[in-house]
């Protein structure tokens, strides 16, 4: 008998095991999983990294529980590593057990200390009642939470997604669902023997009440279009904070060109709403820019997009909302997506048009000075590099929380001609001091002045032509890069965010 032949009978264990694990629940239960319009969890690896590149780590764990009900492993995504862990639902109902646990753990240890992305697909009921719980064993939000501001991490729920599994969402940078998602503290049974309250999953955890939660950012249809959006999203970003972000290749980086379009998008009058949107399309490389979170606090768009090649993230006021007043709603999500931003070395570009922040009693009671002191914080200790853009008006704190301070660190300060800025619009201050009709048309004419105002004393590097604004962005980047002639390192947080 020959040495290859004494391996026959292990080698067949070992297959036969593998097969077992890759079954996952059976064919009855994926048929089933599978007729509700959703991929099975290796499906959704294989569709969600480049082809052939799954490495699966800890295949046996969890023996007779296929695979204990999370498939985990390495791969690619745009060419580069990333770690990635996929509950399935169809191994009992994709519960976390003492092995499935542990392999959690070790693919957000992975993914630190090779300083490369985690990515969790979350379809799963939490922890086992009669598995090992926090006690002694290593707890995997530990793992992740050292993860953070480190190494990109991203949640996508696809399914049902309850107790302990779904608090993997909101620590990770960027959380997407499918329309077939729901998160929640406890699923519907819990919570009707808890409270006697009896609620849909939809209805206590559903993409609607996900999102006007903020507890994800982004819905897709269904799970191709959510895991898309993941390879996306993640191409905007380094592998990790010890790398910068990688520009596009020289062939796909557009060059300097006029924006004489901005003209007729952006009204010289005030009072007359445009959609910001429709600027980003035009100053950034091309109209497919990544917005997250649009449907939390759209008063400010919050977007990953290409200046020349170069990853940028674009804070903008959106004057079609609230006039482009900031919400609590809007400061809260600017705020996360800044620390996101800084975290990783994107060049953070703001576009101000706003009358400051929402005042009125609802606005207060929902916390609009806490919310604007976080994005405020956030902004003021980012580290990266900053540019800002007045295009028509920024007006008191909400001038601040968009970068507008003379000499705060930032790489460039713009403004059009004719930008309105000061404590509060002419219009207000009027009605506030009970003016006059000679003392308005005053304040007006001063408020119109006062771009040229400021820019006689620096408070602004340039007033520029709407027709110059890519050229102008674009150039004042590409000097800024030059600033970066050491090693990344993560950033320090300097600051206690309100």
Known sequence: MTNAQDWEATLDDLHRRREHARAMGGPERLAKHREQGKLDARARIDRLLDPGTFRELGTLVGGEVA?????????????????????????MAGSIGPGGNSKRYRIAELALRDKIPLVMLL??????PTGAHYGRTP????????????????????????????????VCDFRIMSHRGAIFTAGPPVVKESTGEDVSKEDLGGPDVALASGVVHNVAD????????IRRYLAYFPPSAWSYPPSLPAGEAAGPRPTPELLDIVSRDNRRIYDMRAVLDVVFDRPDWFEVQPKFGPAIICALAHLGGHPVAVIANQPKVLAGSIDADAADKAAHFIMVADSFHLPIVFLADN???????????HGVLRAGARMFAAQTVATTLKLH???????????M?????????????????????????????????HAGEDLSVRLRNAELQASYRSAEHMGFDELIDPRETRDALLGALQRGLHSRQAAPKPV??????P
């Open 222 to 229: 269904d799970d191709e279009a959510v895991l898309a959006a």
């Open 123 to 128: 379809d799963g009921a939490g922890f086992r």
């Open 355 to 365: 009358p400051g922040m929402l005042p009125g009693s609802r606005s207060e009671r």
């Open 67 to 91: 695979a204990d009900a999370i498939v985990a492993g390495s791969g690619r995504i745009n060419g580069s590593p990333v770690m990635v862990g996929a509950e399935d639902f169809t191994t």
């Open 492 to 497: 320090t947080r300097t600051a206690i965010v």
């Open 401 to 433: 929380v968009m970068s507008l301070i003379g000499f705060d660190n930032q790489v460039a300060t713009f403004a059009y001609p004719g930008a309105t800025m000061g404590a509060m619009s002419a219009a207000a201050l009027s009605r506030a001091s």
């Open 139 to 170: 707890t995997d939000l530990l793992a992740q939470t050292q993860c953070s501001g480190r190494v990109p991490t991203v949640a996508a729920v696809l399914g049902p997604s309850a107790g302990h599994g779904a608090l993997v969402a909101p």
């Open 389 to 399: 853009l007045t295009l028509r008006k920024a007006y008191g704190f909400g001038s």
